[in-house]
């Protein structure tokens, strides 16, 4: 079964199965709005920077203001993984793209942290890899319901998207695989207990003439996809690993 967001861009190519393994190091991440400013944990070359338009309906009016997230790249880990996109073109889909990659895997995220959320634990089977949704369910049942609600991650809320650590190998029995890491940092109004999530940033958006706040938790996730390039086998992207600072570790 593939995820039906994995269709379209590489989106149908990267049909759906997704999965987590390898974290790398962390990536800086700056988020600022009006004058605020706040730093996310540290980020992987150069300096990437993106403007997202947040909006928000207060009174039947729509206030829009800008987040501007910046990311200061790893130079080993940007260079490599340029090497392995080279090696996934050359060798295995000649029709890669990490930039329609990205913006499936981003839907898929948003898709699979609200079923997640909502304990939908069977939706998630041809998504997710079986052993993991087991582990996912266990976790999941142990959380309060405010952490429950800050695992899902809108897609209007998604304020920063970048591939971590990708990998080619091969198994005992000649198979091919080809995982990626997805690094996700998103929004999330949930009311979270002030030392719950040690490490998270808090800040608040002004909203309206008045200067009315609302708070907002800055969270992050990891998810790896991965898929196997063996002859024969359905071309489906799996979630083999996933991870959300503070709530699912």
């Keep these: 079964m593939a995820l039906p967001m994995l269709r379209g861009c590489y989106c149908s190519r990267l049909s ?6 390898r974290l790398f190091k962390p990536e800086t991440v700056v988020l600022s709005r009006s004058s605020r400013t706040r730093l996310a944990p540290p980020l992987p070359v150069g300096v990437v920077a993106a403007a997202r338009p947040y909006s928000s309906d207060r009174g039947g009016h729509k ?20 090497i392995y996109y080279f090696l996934i073109r050359a060798y295995f889909d000649k029709e890669f793209n990490i930039e329609e990659f990205t913006e499936g895997a981003k839907q898929a995220f948003s898709h699979v942290s609200r079923l997640l959320s909502q304990c939908q ?4 089977e041809g998504l997710v ?6 582990k996912l369910e266990e ?4 959380l309060p319901l405010s952490h429950k609600r800050a695992l899902s991650a809108d897609p209007d809320e998604i304020m920063y998207t970048t591939p971590g650590d990708v990998g080619i190998y091969y198994d005992d ?3 091919k695989f080809v995982s990626i890491l997805m690094r996700f940092w998103y929004l999330t109004s949930a009311r979270l ?9 808090v800040f608040k958006v002004a909203i309206g003439e008045e200067g009315e706040a609302e708070t907002k938790r800055l969270l992050s996730a990891n998810y790896e996809f991965q898929r196997e390039f063996t002859k024969g086998v359905p071309p489906d992207w799996t979630i083999t690993r996933i991870e959300h600072s503070k709530l699912l570790d």
């Design 121 to 124: 634990f069977e939706a998630l």
């Design 193 to 201: 207990p002030e030392d719950s999530l040690e490490g998270t940033r």
């Design 139 to 142: 976790k999941c049942n142990l």
């Design 129 to 134: 890899a079986k052993d993991l949704i087991g």
């Design 16 to 21: 759906s199965a997704f999965n987590i393994t």
């Design 63 to 82: 206030h829009k203001q800008n987040v501007v997230v910046v990311g200061v790249p790893n130079p080993f880990i940007w260079f490599r993984t340029r």
């Design 173 to 175: 029995n000649g198979r």
